[in-house]
């Protein structure tokens, strides 16, 4: 079955530029979305494949994806972005959610 | 843009059946462009994808539980349903209902969750 690899944890300081990967075979061939999970929440969606970032979501957030890498970027990280991120596709008729990255900032 | 809401027992022994509802609200479970979705997270864990449920009665679930789990939708009551049979300790964790849109599988809409403890 398809595996999406997040690393566990990412720390930056505030200010600074977070950059959360996801990792899968061929994986730039298919749609990867990115959630937000805040402790005790539900995820939220912060950003999809084509870029589209809910309402509250700010466009510090944004994503690129090729060859096995896909990246959710978060520019000027602010404490209020200090969650779980985890990264989602859909592979031969099942989803798949990467392991989750912590974001923790400095 | 709409709401779910899951509902159902806290607590279920274990070898007995885990039963959880989601109502919609803000729009329909007859709307063909999404599919209604189970997805669970045992605590301190990951998201598991469970399974879903479209109106037109396909569905598909996550081969790990596969004979276990069991989805089902009501559109006349605006809802859809979870039962997994045979829990164990392992089952214990946060079960969500969220809607996915069938052409792109984005999880656009998620219920707050409700916590399921297998225990006797």
């Known amino acids: 079955s398809y595996v999406l690899t997040q690393p566990p944890s990412v720390s930056v300081a505030p200010g600074e530029t977070a950059s959360l990967t996801c990792g899968g075979q061929n994986l730039g061939t298919k749609s990867v979305h990115w959630y937000q999970q805040k402790p005790g929440q539900a995820p939220v969606v912060v950003i999809s494949h084509h870029g589209y970032r809910p309402s509250g979501i700010p466009d510090r957030f944004s994503n690129s994806n090729s060859d096995n890498t896909a990246t959710l970027t978060v520019t000027g990280v602010e404490a209020g972005d200090e969650a779980d991120y985890y990264c989602q596709v859909w592979d031969s008729a099942r989803v798949v959610f990467g392991g989750g990255t912590k974001l923790t900032v400095l | 843009q709409g709401q779910l809401q899951e509902s159902g027992p806290g607590l279920v022994k274990p070898s007995h059946t885990l039963s959880v509802s989601c109502a919609v609200s803000?729009?329909?479970?007859?709307?063909?462009?999404?599919?209604w979705t189970w997805i669970r997270q045992s605590p301190g864990k990951g998201l598991e994808w469970l399974g879903y449920i479209h109106s037109r009665g396909s569905s598909s679930s996550n081969p790990s539980l596969r004979g276990r789990i069991t989805m089902s939708i009501d559109t006349s009551k605006n809802e859809f349903y979870l039962r997994l049979t045979s829990v164990t300790a392992a089952d214990s964790a946060m079960y969500f209902c969220?809607?996915?849109?069938?052409?792109?599988?984005?999880?656009?809409?998620w219920g707050q969750g409700i916590l399921v403890t297998v225990s006797s």
């Open positions: 969220a809607r996915e849109e069938v052409t792109t599988s984005l999880f656009d809409l």
């Open positions: 803000g729009g329909f479970t007859y709307d063909s462009s999404y599919y």
